[in-house]
């Protein structure tokens, strides 16, 4: 084996190993991106959930009181109707 076939033979595994480490590389990128992304996404999620239940609550008690002013209502219209 002569001096030139080695360095072709090294020259073709650099070149080898080139190609299959950019992509690796911009792999691993992409992956650690992603992992923020969704770490952000799920602090949101909770947030809106817990802000969510929050607001439902509020409506609920809405609800309620207008339920109670109604009977309210209900109550002095029958006394008015009996006189």
Known sequence: MSEWTVVTVLVALLGLFAT??????????TIARLGETV?????KLTELTEHNAD????????CDRHGQRIED???????LEQQ
């Open 20 to 29: 299959v480490a950019k992509p690796i590389v911009s792999l691993n990128a």
């Open 39 to 43: 770490e952000r996404l799920d602090a």
């Open 55 to 62: 607001s439902h609550r509020r409506l609920w008690e809405e």
């Open 73 to 79: 209502h209900e109550t002095r219209l029958t006394v």
